[in-house]
């Protein structure tokens, strides 16, 4: 299983950025994705789930109403269209799923929010 992270980087107050996870090594429409993200200091903490058909979806409650989590089937490809960001919103952002009993993580990408 292999989790890639892309579309990181910095962005001014109230921009938006795009993150995306390439996933590989398992059947990719069986399985519940997720975002993840762990600021400075702080432990990880949930963002955004999708189920595996891409027709349910939660948020925790600091991003609901900015971020969208989608996914592609036919690509192997979860995103998380993040709108107007805060600098609360900086942090590393990871792309998480469960196979089995395993946890799988890919390595990050950075969201940095700052003017």
């Known amino acids: 299983v292999q989790l890639v992270e892309s579309g990181g980087g910095l962005v001014q107050p109230g921009g938006s950025l795009r993150l995306s996870c390439a996933a590989s090594?398992?059947?990719?429409?069986?399985?519940?994705m997720s975002w993840y993200r762990q600021a400075p200091g702080k432990g990880r903490e949930s963002v955004a789930h999708?189920?595996?058909?891409?027709?349910?979806?939660n948020y925790a409650d600091s991003v609901k109403g900015r971020f969208t989590i989608s996914r592609d089937n036919a690509k192997n490809t979860v995103y998380l269209q993040m709108n107007s960001l805060k600098p609360e919103d900086t942090a590393v952002y990871y792309c998480?799923?469960?196979?089995?009993?395993?946890?799988?993580w890919g390595q990050g990408t950075q969201v940095t929010v700052s003017s």
């Open positions: 090594g398992f059947i990719f429409r069986n399985y519940v």
């Open positions: 998480y799923t469960r196979v089995g009993s395993l946890d799988y």
């Open positions: 999708i189920s595996r058909a891409g027709d349910s979806t």
